[in-house]
């Protein structure tokens, strides 16, 4: 079965203390790995996107890792600020999608990110 | 913002009513999915929806349908409302291409639509 599973499933940091959030997936055929970021109630925002043949991406403070071979793939938050308070959702996307009852994206549940002053 | 709306943003409903839902899909994008997220979960897929017919559907049952018009809005009706339907329901959008030889085309999601049904 296609699965996503994120670790820990919960987070509470300082401000400006790095963390770092997990997620391990059996997805095939696999397509993209991508995390998002989603504030309570609103809809997830893309924060990265990566290929099999990357295995590394920043967008500002934040850097994923994905090790295809292992299929595992990290999100490393530098310097949090307390606007990073927010789930963090880790996507696979299927490469071809004939339907089924998953559609072609698979969802981790998430990390609950809590930054403290 | 994806430019993907939706709305309302909030509704509250009873037992046994019905509801319709509407997402209005980034400007060049023919595709539409719809997702139920209940708190502390991931979004879990309800169906997809390409040139105005379904394209896939998630284990949802017959009272959740769905529509997508020619400008490639969409609607998700529910029928029979039940205390376990209450969730926050994103629709996502997607570029031009045969899902069914989805590339990794990505999904831009909406701000979704709390709904809560006492």
């Known amino acids: 079965k296609n699965q996503v599973e994120q670790s820990p499933q919960s987070l509470i940091i300082l401000e400006g203390k790095n963390c770092t959030l997990q997620c391990n997936y059996t997805v095939s055929p696999f397509s993209n790995l991508r995390w998002y970021k989603q504030d309570t109630g609103r809809g997830p925002v893309s924060l990265t996107i990566?290929?099999?043949?990357?295995n590394t991406k920043s967008n500002g403070r934040y850097t994923a890792t994905l090790d295809a071979d292992t299929k595992q793939s990290s999100l490393h938050i530098t310097a949090s600020q307390l606007s990073d308070s927010a789930s963090y959702i880790c996507v696979v996307s299927r490469r071809f999608y004939y339907g089924g009852s998953q559609g072609n994206l698979i969802f981790g549940k998430g990390t609950k990110l809590s930054v403290k002053p | 913002e994806t430019g993907v709306t939706q709305s309302p943003t909030h509704l509250i409903k009873t037992r046994g009513q019905q509801v319709t839902l509407r997402c209005s899909s980034q400007?060049?994008?023919?595709?539409v999915s719809w997702y139920q997220q209940a708190l502390g979960q991931g979004p879990q897929f309800i169906f997809q929806y390409y040139r105005e017919e379904e394209n896939g559907r998630g284990n949802f049952p017959p009272r959740f349908s769905g529509l997508q018009f020619p400008n490639y809005s969409s609607e998700l009706n529910v029928n029979a409302l039940e205390l376990d339907d209450s969730a926050l329901y994103l629709c996502?959008?997607?570029?031009?291409?045969?899902?069914?030889?989805?590339?990794?085309?990505?999904?831009?999601f909406g701000p979704g639509t709390r709904l809560t049904v006492l």
């Open positions: 400007s060049g994008h023919n595709t």
């Open positions: 996502a959008s997607s570029r031009p291409g045969r899902v069914r030889h989805n590339r990794g085309n990505e999904q831009f």
């Open positions: 990566m290929t099999f043949s990357e």
